[in-house]
């Protein structure tokens, strides 16, 4: 067959299983009408094709069809960008006020205001005690610094709320730290657009943007978080330029504004000596003057213009308690 009528071989295959019956003159004249139909077809498309005018009346046409087919009202509009609504994929939460507690062993208690006011005692481990209490809203996240210079984000509706008899939930084991590393402070960035004060055992202090803490993504553990050059003793978050009190090993004590301090975007910034450096000198006390000296006393004589001080030397009378 290839060779008498000159054909390749998947026209020969065709051909030698077609059916006697189909090889009559009727059977020719169709397929031949077939051909004859798809070459129109051919030109049609590539007449179509060869203008881009025709291509889009043909959309057009298709359309216009289809509108006619199928009437119904739009279920659909357009809108401008600026229009668009963002919405979030987190599941909501219930905002309600709570207070944040964390003991010294590193146990965090989430009290609603209803809790609070029914408990009479609050549950610790044996040896363990209140470290630190603030408010703070179920909305909220928190940053959980540690020994290891490092701080963990989490999100206060992540941790049940806490019954007057029990003991909370245990960080190292909630936030899965490593084995030797412990919470050292805990606050509460709120919207991340103030500053986070730090004051260090070794007279360093630090002012640092919380937007240094924000993070693109759902990022847990943040590294090299915090100065790591002395242990932590003290953080807060600063809406407002405050007074602080630090008191040294050799019964010094150095009361400073925090206005003193410029804010740093660096997180893990070592920041300024705020006592003048003294070998064997470190902050044993951070407050203010009136928790540290007492109501009514004055604190000019403390009171440094600049940074580092070496602040004054307290005497007996100024603060009985430091010398009992």
Known sequence: ???????????????????????????????????????????????????????????????????????????????????????????????????IMLSHDGYLKKMTDRVLKKATTLKYKDGDKPFIEFPSSNTHELLVFTNKSQVYKCKVAAFEDTKSAQLGSYLPTDLEMEPDESVIWVIDPEDYKADVLFVFENGRVVRVALSGYVTKTNRKRLKNAIYGGSKLLYAQVLKEDRDLALVSSDYRLMNFNTSLLKTKTTTNTQGVQAFTAKKGRSVTTVGTTEEILGAGVSAEKFTAQSLPSAGALMKENDMPSLFD
């Open 1 to 99: 067959l290839m060779k008498g009528f000159d054909i390749d071989e998947t026209q020969a295959e065709f051909v030698a299983e077609l059916k006697l019956r189909n090889i009559n003159e009727e059977y020719i004249l169709n397929r031949t009408k077939d051909i004859a139909k798809l070459e129109g077809e051919i030109a049609e498309l590539e007449e179509i094709l060869s203008s881009e005018e025709n291509i889009k009346k043909v959309i057009s046409d298709e359309l216009a069809a289809v509108n006619k087919k199928y009437v119904m009202p739009r279920r659909t509009g357009r809108i401008e960008p600026h229009e668009v609504i963002e919405v979030s994929l987190e599941p909501e939460v219930e905002e309600y006020p709570v207070t």
